[in-house]
């Protein structure tokens, strides 16, 4: 009997290790699977808070689907460049004027694929990163059909290729004051909003209309000249007839005049 037990011991010893070995595999690759599952959620769970919300209308897109949504006139429609239509911003943000660019992934594959999702949180993470030194800061991303963009607040082109002459030693210093004055001038409008009490949407609409005059003519982006007469008797002269003329021309493009008389 000692020898039939004894192989019977050692076959069923072979099949157990056997077993044993089949199932660590098993598991192994399950939890090879739950591993890479649980990086994808993570880089998709920074991606995800990064979406701007575009079910209350917050995002609006400046294309052929939306033709009631177009650029407001600002000042930079001043400038000569900024006609040319790849310089045009490509969506609207509560009021701020975005430019973006698609990356180069589908939706589809951000749920399924690990280094999609990684590259992509990558990419962020380095725009957020250098948001303070550039010229055109990071915004946040936006689906728009399969596809993703990443948003930056909209500059000319030809102002960033001019930035970028600057020396670079110099860039984050200027950007600093760019960051700091506009602090400033934001805190200036909304103490002159307080104080006026344009509290209004026609209130407001004049208000920002006469700051974006303002500030065209202090960058001395647009030229007014302005002519008055009173409708007014000297002593005993001929009443003298009232005559406003109003003449506005641009810097950048000087034969460009249009005159209005009253």
Wanted: charge should be negative; proline fraction near 4%.
């Amino acid at each position: 009997m000692l020898p039939q037990l004894e192989q019977a011991v050692l076959k069923e010893g072979r099949a157990t290790r056997e077993s044993i070995i089949e199932s660590t595999g098993t598991i192994i690759q399950h939890l090879d699977k739950v591993v890479k599952r649980l990086d994808v959620t993570e880089s998709l769970v920074r991606i995800k808070a990064e979406i701007l919300p575009t079910s209350s209308n917050q995002l609006g897109w400046y294309d052929e689907t939306n033709a009631g949504i177009k650029p407001d006139f600002k000042l930079w429609c001043l400038d000569q460049a900024s006609g040319e239509e790849h310089l045009e911003p490509c969506a609207l943000y509560e009021g701020l004027e975005l430019s973006s660019f698609r990356l180069n992934c589908g939706l589809d594959n951000l749920l399924t694929e690990l280094n999609t999702a990684e590259e992509v949180d990558g990419a962020v993470r380095v725009s957020k990163s250098h948001s303070a030194s550039n010229v055109s800061p990071y915004v946040g991303l936006a689906k728009r059909g399969d596809s993703l963009h990443q948003l930056h607040e909209y500059i000319p082109l030809f102002l960033k290729e001019s930035f970028h002459q600057i020396p670079r030693a110099v860039q984050k210093d200027v950007m600093r004051v760019a960051r700091a004055l506009s602090q400033e001038y934001r805190y200036m409008i909304l103490d002159r909003i307080i104080k006026e009490k344009a509290y209004t949407l026609p209130k407001l609409h004049l208000l920002e209309n006469m700051e974006r005059a303002m500030l065209a003519l202090h960058a001395e982006k647009l030229k007014v000249t302005l002519g008055l007469f009173l409708d007014q008797a000297l002593d005993d002269g001929p009443p003298l007839l009232y005559q406003l003329r109003i003449q506005t021309s641009r810097y950048s493009d000087r034969s460009n005049i249009e005159r209005f008389v009253c």
